[in-house]
């Protein structure tokens, strides 16, 4: 199971950590990502980690959120964190985690486990 938290409503220019706490899988063993989904488009990767690579090296950036957000993980907490910095009103969407024990399945949309989701609305 995989729950997220920390969406909310900011202003643009403002910054939200997103936060998705994994149970009942070997958390380290998985590659994890973030994913948006904003109303009225598809599901499109926002940034993808590997299993077993430092904890906040990233194997896929979205050009669209590239040196405003950083993925990175606590496998003693089981978490994968996405921090967002200088959010924009086009970054307003349902963000979901995702887990799955090849990043190249993350990474295409087929992971194994999803989140429900946590809504991030930029909004002055």
């Known amino acids: 199971q995989l729950v997220e938290s920390g969406g909310g409503l900011v202003q643009p220019g403002g910054s939200l950590r997103l936060s998705c706490a994994a149970s009942?899988?070997?958390?380290?063993?998985?590659?994890v990502g973030w994913y948006r989904q904003a109303p009225g488009a598809q599901r499109e990767l926002v940034a993808a980690?590997?299993?077993?690579?430092?904890?906040?090296?990233?194997?896929f950036i979205s050009d669209f959120v590239k040196g405003r957000f950083t993925i990175s993980r606590d496998n003693a907490k089981n978490t994968v964190y996405l921090q967002m910095n200088n959010l924009k009103p086009e970054d307003t969407a349902l963000y979901f985690c995702?887990?799955?024990?090849?990043?190249?399945?993350?990474?295409?949309?087929?992971?194994?486990?999803w989140g429900q989701g946590t809504q991030v609305t930029v909004s002055s």
């Open positions: 980690m590997r299993r077993g690579g430092p904890p906040d090296y990233a194997d």
């Open positions: 009942g899988i070997m958390f380290s063993a998985n590659a």
């Open positions: 995702t887990a799955d024990l090849n990043v190249a399945r993350v990474i295409t949309g087929t992971p194994t486990y």
